[in-house]
């Protein structure tokens, strides 16, 4: 396998870096300090000029309107998006819709795509992803109380939903929800069902307050209630019974696209910390730099930066090369990994800014706040440390229900 970076992504890098540089790192402080909602207007500006750079919504093919990179050229873009926290909403590469795109591309009809993906890849509308319910464990996923009920045509949807990213301002919603409770096989039990928002019986109850911060449009976490809602059974998104199937399709490179961004806010908050560390003095003459702790600070984090990209790139690598089911490992491996190195950079960066790194005058406490969620979602770090150490028990001949 071969990690360098080819001359496109060499481009591709130094184009994407100038246009966060310019265009929306000004951007930030209005963002931190008066809300997404607030700046709303300029990011649409924005996105209109990241049209123009032939990288709008770059992980989707040339037949439906994106650039068509591949899995790993995108890795590399969705780091540089990350030293951001505007980059992939303003590059229509943002998590949910991201997965939405995906899942729509590879299992969607060709009505459902003609409705639903080609405006959401062309950023006229947004989606979210209603899955995790606050009654059940989000560790277990075959487990919810959701009940989508075959009614002639129709699907009736009831149930409790949150941390709906986005749900705010949502064109629809991709709904998780149980289809045949009884099945025998309890991995399919459950179907994805597209719900437009508009359908009576959605309800958005509210944007969850996290971290002290509810949010707003796409930069928020929503709580949704399904109160029989009605819709076709055209909107069934592949088969019954393949909910559990199609969500590990979505999982596995959406786990690449979040170690890759996080990643990204690594190298920023790296970058900052340096910066502070040459220019706050402690005395005359006398710069933080000098300091062995803060010296040992900055070695480990270049080291766990750079472990990190690799170990990413390689899960990338085999997912492209061998399908997102053989590469279950590495992605357990990058997930839990990639997310204890950010909680680590974070909180060095933070020290080392002190009170400075505590306020909103950069975005390292937004992110030390809200990336702490990078442990829980898309599986626990728990969950997958497991995963990871069952099957490499297995190979020494650990039955597999031990």
């Known amino acids: 396998m071969d990690f360098s970076q080819s001359p496109r992504v060499v481009s591709m890098i130094g184009l994407i870096r100038a246009f966060v540089d310019k265009e929306l790192h000004p951007l930030e402080q209005a963002f931190l300090n008066q809300g997404f909602v607030a700046i709303l207007p300029e990011l649409q500006r924005c996105r209109s000029r990241a049209r123009e750079t032939g990288l709008w919504a770059a992980h989707v093919p040339q037949e439906f309107g994106g650039a068509g990179l591949s899995l790993t050229e995108f890795a590399h873009m969705s780091e540089e998006l990350g030293r951001s926290p505007l980059g992939h909403y303003v590059f229509n590469c943002q998590a949910p819709d991201v997965g939405n795109m995906e899942l729509l591309m590879e299992f969607g009809t060709p009505e459902q795509q003609e409705r639903y993906l080609l405006p959401l890849v062309r950023g006229e509308i947004r989606s979210c992803f209603t899955m995790t319910e606050p009654e059940f464990a989000g560790s277990n996923p075959v487990w919810m109380g959701t009940t989508a009920i075959k009614e002639g045509d129709d699907y009736v949807i009831r149930g409790h939903k949150w941390f709906a990213t986005g749900a705010d301002g949502a064109a629809f ?12 096989d309890r991995y399919r039990r459950a179907s994805m069902i597209i719900v437009p928002t508009d359908t009576e019986g959605y309800e958005l109850i509210g944007n969850l307050s996290i971290m002290g911060h509810r949010g707003g449009d796409w930069a928020s976490h929503g709580e949704v209630a399904y109160h029989g809602a009605r819709v076709p059974a055209g909107n069934l998104l592949g088969g019954e019974g393949m909910g559990f199937a199609l969500a590990q399709s979505r999982l596995g490179p959406g786990r690449i696209h979040h170690c890759m961004r996080w990643i990204g806010v690594c190298e920023r908050a790296f970058e900052i910390m340096c910066r502070h560390a040459v220019e706050r003095e402690l005395a005359p003459g006398r710069p933080l730099g000098t300091k062995q702790t803060v010296q040992e600070w900055i070695a480990e984090c270049r080291a766990e930066i750079n472990a990190a990209r690799l170990m990413v790139l390689h899960a990338a690598w085999r997912i492209e090369n061998d399908g997102s089911h053989a590469a279950r490992e590495e992605i357990s ?11 680590r950079i974070l909180d060095r960066a933070v020290q080392t800014l002190g009170g400075l790194g505590m306020t909103d005058d950069t975005p390292l406490a937004m992110w030390w706040a809200h990336e702490r969620a990078a442990r829980i979602y898309d599986g626990a770090d728990e969950v997958h440390k497991q995963v990871v150490a069952r099957r490499i028990l297995r190979s020494y001949g650990l039955a597999p229900k031990s």
């Open 173 to 184: 919603a991709i709904c998780m929800a149980l289809t045949a409770p009884d099945h025998e």
């Open 333 to 343: 491996l990058i997930e839990f990994s990639v997310a204890g190195t950010l909680q």
